[in-house]
């Protein structure tokens, strides 16, 4: 039997694809799946990775139908191999069945989604380095602190510091209005701050290449009105749940345990002087970082974290259709998918709006009230108001610009993409 018909009778993915776990989306399951060559993930519904799952080589056309209809208790006619192998063909994911050109063709689809994803008026990411080689050279000494003799005594002391911070923030504040040390203390706390965050986002990629995945590239972002490092971790769709939330866990935790050495130098050294100042401007900045990161209304890691414990692949997309549905429609609308996530995406849709109302409204106040000091509050109106519909003409922009997109495959970056 030639290879060609061996690919055909016996099918066998190619070595460099992936299979994911499930996980829930839009009220169906679905699966991803990883072309290491080409770089793009596909998603795939349970049906289809029983059968891809089983594509090894050792099944003939034959059992594969024998275990389908077995698990599924229905055959599968002529027309739905021919739409499954038509698939496979088409994303050139069968092994001995590969053709050069479509491969390069696939890659190059790859590199432009990718690219075209980096721009945009309110989100845009541009690329640093890869660091991959330096994370493999410093994982082996790491390997230790993946290890619940180490996680668990600095959870304890994270805590410890965040709590402490909690308590003692008009302490910690009162360092800001210190004057000219007061200044250079904060000058070079937000200097530190940077340096933590960055320690952050390597967090996420060593914690995403300990599990095995591929952390391509390290960067800075700019997200509206925000500028922050990220660190690109797309394999994370192919962890268990548990090491997704570990993966997007891991930038905060190491956030929180860099301020120890502020905290030991707030605590236990000079009580006057710029290291003071300093101490308690990481302290108060770091924690606060840390905690603007756990908001799960906010598109940060907390939000991540909770999407992953609840296997939900796009809890915010989830709920933005869940929403739209159930205000067209009405409850007869929205009776899909499981009960539980219906109870998320109504819950997290009311939370998120809760939020988002109290922030907008408490921006307002505090710009009018600042435009007014300076301008008057006819003026501070005017500006408000044109501000708004310049806010509002700059979204519809990204939304027609995602709308005419077609989008093949998730984008999973943590830290500050998270």
């Known amino acids: 039997m030639t290879t060609a018909e061996q690919t055909w009778t016996t099918p066998r993915l190619r070595a460099d694809v992936v299979l994911g776990p499930a996980q829930w989306r839009d009220g ?75 491969l390069a063709r696939l890659t190059a689809t790859a590199a432009e989604n990718a690219a075209r ?45 965040a709590g402490y911070v909690g308590t003692h923030v008009t302490e910690l504040a009162a360092v800001l209005d210190s004057g ?23 967090a996420h ?99 991540h974290m909770l999407g992953h414990a609840l296997n939900l692949v796009d809890l915010r997309g989830d709920t933005y259709r869940f929403w739209g549905r159930l205000l067209r429609g009405g409850p007869a609308a929205v009776r899909y998918g499981r009960r539980r996530d219906r109870v998320t995406y109504a819950s997290y849709g009311l939370l998120s709006a809760a939020f988002l109302a109290t922030v907008l409204v408490l921006l307002v106040h505090y710009w009018y009230v600042t435009l007014a000091r300076w301008v008057g509050g006819g003026w501070s109106v005017a500006i408000l108001v044109a501000e708004a519909l310049l806010i509002v003409g700059l979204l519809g922009v990204v939304a027609r610009r995602r709308s005419g997109q077609r989008v093949d495959a998730p984008s999973t970056a943590a830290g500050g993409d998270t």
């Open 28 to 102: 169906k399951l679905v699966h991803h799946l990883l072309d290491r060559t080409t770089g793009w993930f596909y998603r795939v519904g349970p049906r289809e990775h029983f059968l891809l799952s089983r594509m090894d080589g050792t099944r003939s056309l034959a059992d594969l139908e024998t275990e389908y209809a077995e698990a599924y208790q229905r055959r599968l006619g002529p027309a739905s191999w021919q739409q499954l192998f038509g698939m496979l063909h088409q994303r050139q994911l069968l092994d001995g069945a590969t053709d050069t050109e479509a």
């Open 117 to 161: 994803a980096r721009r945009g008026p309110l989100s845009a990411r541009l690329p640093l380095f890869g660091p991959e080689r330096l994370f493999d050279r410093v994982l082996p000494w790491l390997r230790p602190v993946f290890s619940w003799w180490f996680v668990l005594p600095a959870l304890a002391l994270v805590l410890v510091i």
């Open 180 to 202: 000219g040390r007061g200044l250079v203390g904060l000058a070079v706390s937000m200097a530190i701050t940077w340096v933590v965050v960055f320690l952050h986002e390597c």
């Open 205 to 303: 990629g060593l914690t995403c290449r300990y599990f095995g995945g591929r952390v391509p590239e390290i960067g800075v972002m700019w997200r509206f009105p925000l500028l922050a490092p990220y660190c690109k971790v797309d394999d994370l769709v192919l962890f268990t749940r548990r090491q997704r939330v570990a993966v997007a866990f891991a930038g905060i935790f190491v956030s929180m345990l860099a301020l120890t050495p502020a905290a030991v130098l707030w605590y236990a050294g000079p009580r006057t002087g710029v290291v003071h100042a300093t101490a308690g401007s990481v302290l108060l900045f770091g924690t606060a970082t840390a905690a603007m990161n756990l908001v799960p209304v906010l598109r940060l890691d907390g939000y």
